[in-house]
């Protein structure tokens, strides 16, 4: 048996105080989000008022006087001027380029109302979640576009909920097929096929045709898709009242799981920074409507003061929680001026010739140029929009991936996508091109692109195939 021994280890946690866990979820909210949060401390905390609102009380502590500033210096003092968050991980137009008088609150639409990522929270925190599955299956609801679709990788998911929790691909992925039997059932899968296998799974496996069924969806939806019944009945070897009750159940599942919910609604979206050329340089400036207007009320200060005991103590903490916030906010403010500044020299040419100038950019990038960790671009990009005098683009549109030259050099997706609409522009109609001929034509431009990509960037266009694109003329010209 062994004796009891004592042992001397020497680790290393990374440990959040409360103020960089607030800057770190300030950061990632948009406008409305943040609106939201802020008015739900106001409701609570007395200390904390908004100024605007008539002339300022005598000795009231604007956000810009210096008590506020003394609450930065506190939340420097605790690590909030140099924060580095850990790994984590549509193009809008606007016709008017005027910025001045831009009235943003007036267009920003109450969209509170029930969503497909509402009812899904709203499952997850009646289900019986654990704290870290909880987390996860929010990334994850966070993750999905207005189809129910998810949009982001395993990996990106992994990286968003760092440094606050770092936890397994295998965790991601068990959370991910937990929400995708929530209801609607099928969501948050990554394509219309899987959303269909997933739903036939979760079926009882007594139900008439349903093994035939995951069948052909695994292998054969093509050929439903082209509704070439004869070879599918060759492929399966089914029978023809089996194959009949297959379909017929695939046919009556939803390809789309957000199909149901009003996720289309408009919105109208507000800069939350503005893109101006001042002579030969590009400047960005804050929506000053990012500045909410904080200070700290007078009457409770002189209070606190003279209090002791319970009354002092509460007071104190409201004291912390309102510089905390107002720091807090600050910061943010600094990060997105940086972060977006960053962008806009990045993509320089963008914003003078368009979409062909458009450079190859990754959230590394800019993280270097600033001096912090992507996970803070990624979150500082995500929902925020910048208005240039191209429009009003959010601020991950600026990222984009890369192709290969000929000549050794790289150009971004974005440019080749445009390359691509151009010549799809004025490919004959009666002729569509096809993808290996927009993969040559791409080629005598000088830009390494495999069929396959071609294809990848023609679906992400909402452009069909060339069958689809000739089968859609001859039927024009038949009804002309």
Known sequence: MAEPSLQLRLTQKLALSPQLQQAIRLLQLNRIELREYIQEVLDSNPILERTGEGEPEPGADSFDQPEASAGTEAAADDGLSEWDLGPTEGEQWLESNAYEGFSGERQIEDTSAGSLGDHLLWQINLSHFS????????????????????????????????????VEEDEVLAVLHRVQRLEPVGVATRDPAECIRVQLSALSSDKPGRDLALRIARDFLDLVARHDFDEL???????????????????????RPGARYDNRRDEYLVPDVYATRAGDEWRVTLNPENDPGLRLNRYYIDLLRKSGGEDAEYLQGRLQEARWLMSSIELRNQTLLRVSQSIVDFQEPFLEQGELAMRPLVLKDVAEQIGVHESTVSRATTRKYMLTPRGLFELKYFFSSHVRTKGGGT???????????????????ESPL????????LGQAGIIAARRTVAKYRESLGIGSSSERRRLFRRRSMAD
Not at 142 to 156: K, N, P, R, S, V
Not at 233 to 255: D, K
Not at 434 to 441: A, H, I, V
């Open 434 to 441: 096809s993808d290996q001929e927009l993969s040559d034509l």
């Open 233 to 255: 009945a060759r492929q399966t070897g089914a029978a023809e009242e089996a194959l009949a009750t297959a379909l017929e159940l695939i046919q009556s599942l939803e390809p």
């Open 411 to 429: 150009i971004s997706a974005t440019a080749v996508k445009a390359r691509m609409q151009i010549l799809l522009d004025k490919e004959p109609a």
């Open 131 to 166: 704290p870290v599955d909880t987390a996860i299956a929010q990334a994850i609801v966070y993750g999905l576009d207005e189809d129910g679709f998810l949009q982001e990788t395993i990996a990106e998911i992994r990286g968003s909920l760092a440094p606050e929790l770092l």
